[in-house]
């Protein structure tokens, strides 16, 4: 077996990367190393993340109620909180 070893970015918990030609098409084995997030920072990503929603809702919807928007909003919050509680299991049982 052999090794490559590519600095990618993940955007959307996505990875697309054009491989060397010399890596043939078939099964390969993928290992992914990253850097791990604190909380702050990854309650920062959250913050700006929700502002930016904001903005897009506002920005497409004027007329829309501030009720409506509080319920998207909050379904997008708990949406949010799931993918943290998911990472820190995961987290939680690689250390386990």
């Avoid at 993928?30 to 929603?53: F, N």
Wanted: aromatic share 4%; hydrophobic share 35%.
């Amino acid at each position: 077996m052999q090794t490559l070893k590519l600095k990618v970015s993940v955007r959307n918990h996505r990875i697309a990367e054009q491989l060397p030609p010399q890596i043939p098409d078939g099964d390969a084995e993928v290992i992914i190393q990253y850097q791990e997030q604190s909380p702050a920072s990854i309650a920062e990503v959250q913050r700006r993340y929700l502002e930016a929603w904001f903005n897009r809702v506002r920005e497409h919807s004027p007329n829309r109620s501030r009720e409506d928007i509080d319920r998207q909003l909050a379904e997008e919050r708990a949406s949010l909180g799931e993918c943290v509680a998911m990472n820190a299991k995961k987290k939680n049982a690689k250390r386990g």
